[in-house]
């Protein structure tokens, strides 16, 4: 069998979609790159807002398209197949395989089964599998604990991935232990509530740590960075901060999601924090690790969002002037409390709030990075960028970083780096010798090409 997994939305589902792969894997399965070469499609969802949930749709149709002239296994797996209105676009577009997220190992007997398979229940098995680890790649997700307890009323997430369960500090420490044989760098621990890992449903598992002091233990296993995502201003404790600030190996990078800068909204988003404990949190964090780089996601055109509500979002913004933002536009989800409870705003005027939040953002990214001119970076090259001749990654704060080739430096790995220009989305650099001076550069096959696409020409 050729198969092809096509992934949208969240870092939790591209560590699915490596899960699912390993299975496929085992299964005697061939990995191919894309569509045309395979014959088991398999979609990874999002349900998260109506965008992924469109986009899907579209695939799903192209994808009928090709079964009808040749024969072809569709699959959909992720957040839309637990849902009604994934399932009903699953009938409609005659999907062969369906598997919610906790369903996910049931892949071998989807396929197995020469009829429609459909998977949808919350499997604990799943909890205490260790994928291999990714090979040949610096950088690895390590889900620590899934589904999520909170009940924020835009969010579908609750629904599509069930209670929150935390995997055990083994299973943990043993699929980190692969990915290092693996020679991974860089580890990112996922969950849609890491601060609140080890207590399930309000109970503390006996045995598990915080997520402190999971960092901790992390941190000693000699792994080289360690990031971790998503973090909850409900459940950040100043012991995260404390533990961040003595672990080395932990990157001095905070993702901490506010939503928005007013009050009313978040008590009508249910987010369980006001403005003025998230930037208590956003203090604590400082204390801790002066040179934090934060970012954040912020929905704007929540339902009842007024102007007022709007500029207290922008106010807070620039009280903490974040590195980055992920920013989104209130999307209604069938099934949330908001959806069914509260009216939609007018969709220009949410439009027009986020082109003025991304303004607030990219003037607060161009400062941020600006400020990073002339430092050395501690740079992780994942491999090569669009522009030939050069490298992309990086930094432990997470932003995007683009260097030249060097001799001696010509793939991916982990190099100091000194930042020598900055725009608000990427930082451009070179790679430093043993003694702090760039490296050589590597000569280019065209120079006078790679001179005028040079990002460090662009100044
Ligand atoms: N668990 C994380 C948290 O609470 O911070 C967030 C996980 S959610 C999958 C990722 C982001 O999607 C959220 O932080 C939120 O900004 C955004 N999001 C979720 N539901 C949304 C909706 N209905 N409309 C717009 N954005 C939404
Ligand atoms: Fe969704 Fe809120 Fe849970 Fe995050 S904490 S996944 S936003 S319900």
Redesign the pocket.
């Known amino acids: 069998m050729k198969a092809t997994v096509i992934t949208y ?2 870092q ?1 589902n591209e560590y699915d979609t490596h899960l699912v792969e390993s299975q496929l894997v085992s299964l005697g399965a061939d990995l191919v790159p894309g569509v045309d070469e395979a014959d088991f499609v398999l979609v990874n969802t999002c349900a ?2 109506g965008k992924p949930v469109d986009k899907v749709r579209s695939l799903l149709g192209q994808l009928r398209k090709v079964k009808a002239q040749r024969p072809l296994v569709v699959g959909m797996m992720g957040c839309l197949a637990q849902l009604e209105e994934g399932q009903q676009m699953a009938r409609k577009f005659e999907v062969d395989v369906l598997l919610g997220p906790g369903s996910l190992l049931d892949i071998g007997q989807a396929l197995e089964s020469n009829e429609r398979f459909w998977g949808l229940q919350f499997k604990d098995e799943l909890h205490e599998h260790i994928p291999p680890a990714p090979s040949g790649k610096l950088q690895a997700h390590l889900t620590i604990m899934r589904g ?1 307890d ?1 009940h ?1 009323t ?4 609750p629904t599509t991935r069930g209670p929150q369960v935390s995997r055990s500090p083994d299973d943990i420490l043993r699929e980190l232990d692969l990915q290092l044989a693996a020679g991974v760098q860089e580890v990112t621990l996922l969950g ?2 890491v601060n609140a890992y080890g207590v399930d449903q309000g109970a503390r598992l006996a045995g598990y740590p915080s997520f402190a002091d999971l960092l901790r233990l992390v941190g000693r296993s000699g792994v080289r960075r360690i990031k971790f995502t ?4 409900m459940n950040f404790t100043e012991d995260v901060a404390a533990a961040m600030a003595e672990t080395p190996a932990v990157c001095e990078f905070v993702h901490l ?1 506010v ?1 928005s800068g007013s009050n009313r909204v978040l008590r009508r988003m249910a ?1 369980e924090y006001t403005r003025e404990k998230y930037l208590q949190h956003i203090d604590e964090i400082r204390r801790h690790l002066p040179h934090a780089v934060l970012a954040t ?3 704007v055109g929540f339902p009842g969002e007024t102007e007022e509500d709007f500029q207290e979002t922008l106010s807070l913004y620039d009280e903490v002037g974040y590195d980055s933002a ?1 920013m ?6 069938p099934g ?1 409390p ?1 959806y069914k409870h509260f009216a939609d705003l007018p969709r220009e005027l949410k439009t027009e709030r986020l082109q003025r939040l991304i303004a607030r953002q990219k003037e607060w990214s161009a400062r941020r990075n600006a400020e990073k001119v002339g430092t050395v970076q501690e740079v992780l090259l994942r491999g090569d960028a669009h522009d030939a001749g050069f490298l992309e990654g990086h930094t432990r704060g997470n932003h995007p970083t683009v260097v030249p080739k060097a001799i001696g430096a010509s793939g991916a790995g982990v190099y100091p780096v000194r930042i020598e220009h900055a725009t608000p989305h990427m930082m451009y650099g070179r790679i430093l010798d043993a003694f702090g001076e760039p490296l050589p550069e590597q000569p280019r096959l065209n120079p006078e090409a790679a001179a005028v696409t040079s990002p460090l020409q662009m100044a």
């Open positions: 939305g969240c939790m998260v807002r999520c909170h924020c835009y969010c579908i997430v849609q509530n998503t973090s909850h201003p999601p939503q987010r996601d912020i929905i992920y989104f536009i209130y999307s209604p989800r949330t908001s």
